[in-house]
Each structure stands twice: as C-alpha cells, then as structure tokens.
T-cell receptor, first 117, second 116 residues
Framework: DTAVSQTPKYLVTQMGNDKSIKCEQN?????MYWYKQDSKKFLKIMFS???????INETVPNRFSPKSPDKAHLNLHINSLELGDSAVYFC????????????????FGEGSRLTVL | AQSVSQHNHHVILSEAASLELGCNYS??????LFWYVQYPGQHLQLLLK??????LVKGIKGFEAEFIKSKFSFNLRKPSVQWSDTAEYFC??????????????FGKGTHLIIQP
C-alpha cells in the first residue's frame, strides 16, 4: 500500500489553464506539505497543513491554493498556469510538526510532473 | 532563517570508491538533520536521520553520517559505492525554532554518478 499517493503522475497542459493535483496519505499523519522541485532539482516548500489549518505559506503566487478536505488529503489547485510552473510537485506528510513535538521526518509521494506548454 | 549548503553539485566516482558528500547548515540552535536520496525518476526516500545522541548515525544501504556540531556539518559517507547508488542526494534540516516556520529546508542536492 502506498503511504503517500499523488494523482496524476504526469500532467501536460496549456498556459492559462487551471489544474489540480491530489494527494492522500494513509499514515495517520497530522501535517501535510507541498514541495516544488525545479529543473535543477532544487526543493522548495510551498505549503503545509496541520489539522486543516495552513501554517506555512511561503512566497508562492496566489494562483496556487492548497485545499484540505480532511486530515488525510491535501490537494493543490493552480489557476492560470504559466510556463514557469513547470516542475515536479511533491506531496509529503509528517506525524507531527516540529512545534508539536515531532521530528520533522517527511514521507514523500512519488511526485507529479507538471509541464506547461 | 536556516539554510543548507551542499558543497558538490555533481560527483562522479567509480564503483568501490569511497564517498563523502558535504553538508553544512546555518542555524544557531538545536536542529534535526536528514539525508534523503532520490533515485532517477523516483520520489525522495529517507537514508538516515540525526535527532540526538551518538553523532555517528547509520542508515540504509551502508550509508552513515556524522554530525559535528562545532562545524555545523552533517556529512554523508559510504566506504564502497555501487552502481545502484547513482542518484540525487539531499541534505535537510529542521530547527527547533519553537514558534518559527515548520517543514524541512533542503540543500540544493548532489548528483552522484557511479561508473561501472
């Protein structure tokens, strides 16, 4: 059983479109994250959610909006896609955030490769 | 804010060679440290982690890392690499900032290529 699963794995779309990436974890973790990995493999955190509350929002354009219907899901919705949004997006989860006494260890999904044409 | 530096972006070794990948972080307080590996086309997997105690930690697949607090370093080592170790390696840190930001901060990664 996949612990952190993302769909779709690959997404090719035109500029200006709106798309969503879904993420689900079956680990019972409290905190979920979205990371963006660019073409140089650099990983940058975008969002995290703890108990359905956004606790990090880095300098990400407001075209990106995370949505968490429940503790096990954190979806990423992107409006008006741009060429620079092309990247691999990784969902991750941790048992507790560091502020809640956790270790910070992340469990990653397999990634969703987004290509904007 | 904390940051992580990985000294080598690309490393090429022959099989059976010894490996050491450098990692330094900048943060004055207590941190947890991690090394993750990303095999070609795959997601990130945890290699090893340091929270406290013995500064020499052992991970999967024969990897180990040593935390040297005075040098703010957490270098990854393996005595004898294999072709299957070809991958991207990421060092990451999270501080016990107590009210600060959450989530791991990653270094820019080291692309390791092992030649048969």
């Amino acid at each position: 059983d996949t612990a952190v699963s993302q769909t779709p794995k690959y997404l090719v779309t035109q500029m200006g479109n709106d798309k969503s990436i879904k993420c689900e974890q079956n680990l019972g973790h409290d905190t979920m994250y979205w990371y963006k990995q660019d073409s140089k493999k650099f990983l940058k955190i975008m969002f995290s959610y703890n108990n359905k509350e956004l606790i990090i929002n880095e300098t990400v354009p407001n075209r990106f909006s995370p949505k968490s219907p429940d503790k096990a899901h954190l979806n990423l919705h992107i409006n008006s896609l741009e060429l620079g949004d092309s990247a691999v997006y990784f969902c991750a989860s941790s048992q507790e955030g560091i502020e809640q006494g956790g270790t910070g260890e992340l469990f990653f999904g397999e990634g969703s490769r987004l290509t904007v044409l | 804010a904390q940051s992580v530096s990985q000294h080598n972006h690309h490393v090429i070794l022959s099989e059976a060679a010894s490996l050491e990948l450098g990692c330094n972080y900048s943060y004055g307080g207590t941190v947890n440290l991690f090394w993750y590996v990303q095999y070609p086309g795959q997601h990130l997997q945890l290699l090893l982690k340091y929270f406290s105690g013995d500064p020499l930690v052992k991970g999967i697949k024969g990897f180990e890392a040593e935390f040297i607090k005075s040098k703010f370093s957490f270098n990854l080592r393996k005595p004898s690499v294999q072709w299957s170790d070809t991958a991207e390696y990421f060092c990451a840190v999270i501080p016990y900032s107590g009210g600060g930001a959450d989530g791991l901060t990653f270094g820019k990664g080291t692309h390791l290529i092992i030649q048969p």
